[in-house]
């Protein structure tokens, strides 16, 4: 089907793009900003360890909640509830007093989690709503690359408003407020389904669900309550779900290369660490965006949606895998560079592995399946976050030896199961059973 006259959906994706942008703000300055507050408040590697682990937790249980409201409610109000609640306890990080930093650093974390885990959630299911299935991987390429925008401006923003020894480092959570706000603002004006939607044409309504069929499109069954007990015990479910434990090599790369740099090769400076990672990001832009059009080629070109998604995910896991000789080089562009085609490879994995999700379930069913597939991953980066807490402390540097080995051998052994649980992506239909 030709591209229709009208691109109001592509507004909306400026939304999502924005929305994620300011998210990996938020839980990026942690990352930036790990080294030099682990010097100020003598944190152990333990400690910090613990106080990502606080987020990670969050994050969890906020997934299974908020995608499950989310569905409930729809984007527009569960969205604007998510950034609400991440926005709020952001700022309250700022509000941490010396005496009490531990505790407070980890109850702040904590509910930086909450909110943050509804991003995801909300994002697949608007692009669900709004994009046909080819350009699904695409559109979430688009929006995912907002976590890398949001990445590579915390550590080229803190320098500017934190002093080199760490001081005025409070004024680094307050940096996204304000955006945050004006998002809100925008998002509850703008935003409406499209078949409600008074500024989308006819021909890009059709457009956008062409591919879908009639009780797709069916305002009251998209937003009808969906019992986890029902979504649980799919293959499709715990496929994604599985998946996402890739997110624990991601959740390492964020809020552990700083840390990285700085004992592995003496960067101390945050000027020094933010030049790192800002490169570190800039390339997993790129394999965000591009990954999502790789499928979109493949598609174009006439391969099944079984192929192309699977395919792209062979050639993102292929792109991970030299990560592993990160801990072995003595030179730390070396290591940044290995680390940077890793980061791109999992952003390019993670815009298809979403797009999964509306490749094989019904629009009311994709929150939630989201928000299950991340309690998974954020569970996955805690138990990361406590063997690296443990073992740095333990052994020393060569602990990261080993996180780097699984870090680049995991996502082929994922893929290999995804296609066995998965042999051919067969969707779901409203009743959850397979599409005749």
Request: glycine content about 10%; hydrophobic content about 50%.
């Amino acid at each position: 089907m030709e591209k229709p006259q009208g691109n109001y959906r592509y507004r909306i994706l400026a939304m999502l793009f924005f929305a994620t942008t300011i998210n990996y703000m938020d839980r990026s300055i942690m990352g930036v900003l790990g080294p030099t507050l682990m010097e100020k408040f003598n944190w152990t590697n333990a400690d910090y360890g613990y106080i990502n682990m606080a987020f990670k937790a969050a994050y969890a249980l906020g997934m299974l909640t908020m995608g499950g409201i989310i569905d409930r409610y729809g984007t527009r109000l569960g969205y604007t509830l998510s950034i609400a609640i991440w926005s709020v306890f952001g700022v309250l990080h700022a509000a941490v007093q010396p005496a009490f930093a531990l505790v407070g650093f980890i109850g702040a974390r904590f509910g930086l989690g909450i909110g943050e885990a509804g991003n995801f959630p909300a994002a697949v299911k608007t692009v669900a709503e709004w994009f046909p299935k080819k350009d699904r991987a695409f559109a979430t390429g688009i929006f995912n690359a907002g976590s890398n925008v949001g990445a590579v401006l915390a550590p080229a923003i803190i320098p500017l408003v934190v002093a080199p020894n760490g001081d005025n480092w409070q004024f680094a959570f307050l940096v996204t407020a304000s955006f945050s706000a004006i998002w809100v603002a925008v998002w509850l004006k703008i935003y409406k389904r499209p078949e409600e939607h008074p500024k989308v044409s006819k021909e890009e309504l059709d457009y956008i669900l062409h591919d879908c069929k009639p009780s797709e499109t069916d305002a009251k069954k998209e937003t009808e309550k969906l019992s986890w007990s029902r979504v649980l015990p799919l293959r499709q479910t715990w496929a994604f779900a599985i998946g996402k434990i890739t997110d624990a090599v991601w959740f390492f790369f964020m809020f552990w290369s700083g840390i990285f740099f700085k004992q592995q090769f003496g960067l101390d400076s945050i000027k020094e660490l933010g030049g790192a990672l800002v490169v570190i990001y800039i390339v997993a832009d790129f394999g965000s965006i591009g990954g999502g059009y790789l499928s979109k080629i493949f598609i174009n070109k006439g391969w099944t949606l079984n192929s192309a998604r699977k395919i792209s995910l062979l050639i993102c896991a292929l792109c991970i895998a030299p990560v592993s000789l990160a801990a072995l080089t003595s030179n730390v562009w070396i290591a940044v560079s290995l680390i940077a085609l890793a980061s791109g490879g999992h952003q390019a994995w993670s815009a298809n592995l979403f797009t999964l999700v509306s490749d094989v379930m019904p629009k009311k069913a994709i929150a939630s399946v989201v928000g299950i597939g991340g309690m998974v991953g954020a569970i996955s980066g805690m138990v990361v976050d406590f063997a690296l807490g443990q073992g740095l402390d333990a052994t020393g540097n060569s602990f990261y030896f080993w996180m780097f080995l699984v870090a680049g051998m995991l996502y082929l052994v994922i893929l290999l199961i995804i296609h066995l649980m998965l042999p051919k992506l067969q969707p779901l239909n409203e009743n959850l059973e397979l599409a005749k």
